[in-house]
């Protein structure tokens, strides 16, 4: 038998089997099968399932019961559960108390800041809050500015955990008294009539030193970031920060985020800065206190609402939001403080009512930044149909991702889908990549998950496969 007569035979082989496995799995998507592929993804990897909302049998569906680590797309089931039991309208509140006399405008003590869990608590609300107090005629704190954040009870201590560095933001841990999620922008400039990167940091706050020794050089501006390292260390109630490496004048501007300073003196030194504008003066320093009944409540701010909190985590996939909100779900019976296991605890509670079972689930913080975490195709899509026709429908769609539009999607777009609408929620971790949400065609809506499990997926090709799914499950009809 000649090379070339076992090299047909062999390619017959190749083919017949590939025939065989896509009758095997339901007429597989040819589209898919290339895109598999083309990718070099290995199909025992990869769980997809598209199904239309109003038929019982998916359109497309690959090892939908297998355990697969699904990074963000855990949001979509802390939210779907916080608006089931809290409802799209519930608002954490924020109290402010005094612990002293106020006389002629001046507070004769401390002004005592009591958390809830607003996961969303800006330097904005702050501004209006310390306006509000102003107007109503407290003009000077001649004591401390004392934080009480002890309604969560937390267990997670090391924002360092995950990947080594704490100062990343999606790392930030959950607190019941954040503000502005503790971060520091820090923007770098790169301008042709400078020999030198320009350094700046926001808020303005006081008691910061940015030590700035980024290099200008030449070259293009490749990848998303710089090769810039930022670290900082608090000496005292100084925070000194200390920026190295190099950025292209191509570059232009480089703007990061960035968690390097205690929470207690983020709060403070934001709180000094806006207070001061409003003209008015605090003494004292910052402290921890717990509230009891001897203090007297001065003003209460509510966040916004549920659904407006859970758009801004799932369409811009913010894990402090997400974590925070696993905490009010686990809030005790009497009311006093919050817990993770009892919002794990929760949740479980209200799928096992959707027949949902505690094996298709491994929920760690709600966010999905875990290597821990864990759900199948088939659970995400339940989730997903539930929520569909769910009463809170209306709420938990609107806080997905426009495909091209807005949110972590923005930049995706898909060819030939112009009628078509994509509401969807993305997740990606190191060796992961996943998508799904809903397909709005004409007056057909599919459901559609798509987890890959692989390091294949790194550096866009995990996107890349998505957009395939996409593509084709847009075709449909």
């Given amino acids: 038998m000649t090379h070339s007569l076992l090299l047909k035979l062999s390619t017959i ?25 083309h990718y070099q993804i290995d199909q025992n990897d990869v769980s997809l399932i598209v199904q239309a909302i109003d038929e019982n049998e ?55 800041i009591k958390g809830y869990g607003d996961p969303y608590l800006t330097n904005q609300d702050l501004w209006s809050i310390l306006g509000k107090l102003n107007r109503n005629g407290l003009k000077k704190i001649t004591g401390q500015l004392l934080l009480d954040d002890t309604y969560f009870i ?26 502005n999620f503790n971060a520091l922008d820090l923007t770098f400039s790169a301008k042709n009539n400078n020999t030198k990167i320009t350094a700046s940091y926001w808020p303005p706050i006081e008691n910061i030193k940015l030590n700035n020794s980024v290099q200008l050089i030449n070259g293009s501006c490749i990848g998303k970031m710089p090769n810039i390292k930022i670290d900082s260390i608090t000496i005292e109630n100084e925070t000194h920060i200390k920026a190295r490496g190099e950025m292209p004048l191509s570059c232009k501007d480089y703007s990061v985020s960035r968690n390097l300073m205690s929470r207690d003196r983020y709060f403070f030194n934001s709180f000094k800065m806006i207070w001061n504008q409003w003209g008015a003066q605090i003494d ?70 959707y027949n949902i079972p505690k094996t298709a689930l491994t929920i760690i913080n709600g966010s999905g930044l875990s290597r821990n975490v864990r759900a199948s195709g088939n659970a995400i899509t339940q989730i997903l149909r539930a929520a569909w026709n769910d009463k809170n429908a209306s709420e938990f769609v609107s806080s997905l991702s426009i495909l091209g539009y807005d949110g972590t999607a923005a930049k995706r777009s898909l060819s030939g889908t112009s009628k078509t609408t994509m509401r969807v929620k993305t997740g990606s971790l190191d060796d992961v990549s996943a998508i799904a949400g ?40």
């Avoid at 990074?71 to 002293?100: D, H, N, Q």
């Avoid at 019976?333 to 096992?352: F, M, N, S, Y």
């Fill in 13 to 37: 082989v190749i083919l017949l089997f590939v025939a065989a496995r896509s009758i095997a799995s339901g007429s597989f998507p040819i589209k898919i099968e290339q895109a598999l592929t």
């Fill in 58 to 112: 998916a359109r497309l569906s690959l090892n939908p019961d297998a355990l697969r680590n699904p990074a963000s797309l855990a949001k979509l089931i802390t939210s779907w559960v916080a608006l089931k039991r809290l409802g799209p309208s519930y608002k954490w509140k924020t109290e402010f108390y005094t612990a002293g006399e106020i006389k002629d405008g001046v507070l004769h003590g401390d002004l005592v």
């Fill in 154 to 179: 937390t267990d997670e201590i090391d924002p360092y955990a995950f990947d080594g560095d704490g100062t990343h933001i999606y790392n930030n841990l959950p607190n019941a008294l954040t503000l």
């Fill in 284 to 353: 004292g320093n910052v402290g921890r206190t717990v509230l009891t009944k001897e203090h007297t409540l001065l003003y209460s701010h509510d966040s916004p609402a549920l659904a407006d909190i859970i758009t801004a985590m799932n369409k811009w996939s913010n894990n402090q939001m997400a974590r925070s909100l696993i905490y009010t779900l686990g809030v005790s019976p009497d009311g006093a403080h919050a817990t993770r296991a009892r919002g794990i605890k929760v949740i479980t509670e209200e799928l096992e009512n």
């Fill in 438 to 477: 809903y397909i709005h065609q004409g007056n057909k809506v599919f459901t559609v998950v798509c987890i890959v499990n692989s390091f294949i997926v790194n550096d866009g090709i995990g996107k890349k496969f998505e957009d395939e799914v996409l593509n084709w499950a847009s075709s449909l009809r």
